[in-house]
């Protein structure tokens, strides 16, 4: 079973997300009341990856490009929190 690249954008954003929550709630031990406030806007935030995607028909539409994007704007809101 071969997946598209919309949906292997979408497992990684989805990827992403739970890693962001696991890093900030167990390892930055942000406070409860904050992570709830603020996973809303992340929430919409890794949606929209998977959403603006070019879902063209086109072979090979940089689906790296996208992958490094979600990584880089994880380990961003990671370090917004740590310092």
Avoid at 1 to 11: F, G, R
Avoid at 67 to 81: E, K, P, Q, S
Wanted: net charge positive.
């Amino acid at each position: 079973m071969k997946l598209s690249n919309t949906t292997k954008v979408s497992l990684l954003s989805a990827a992403c997300l739970l890693s962001l929550t696991v890093v900030l709630k167990n390892i930055i031990h942000v406070p409860a009341e904050i992570l709830s406030r603020d996973i809303i806007l992340y929430i919409f935030l890794y949606s929209l990856f998977g959403i603006i995607f070019p879902s063209t028909k086109e072979k090979n539409p940089q689906v790296s490009y996208w992958y490094a994007a979600m990584i880089v704007v994880t380990v961003a809101i990671i370090a917004v929190y740590a310092f």
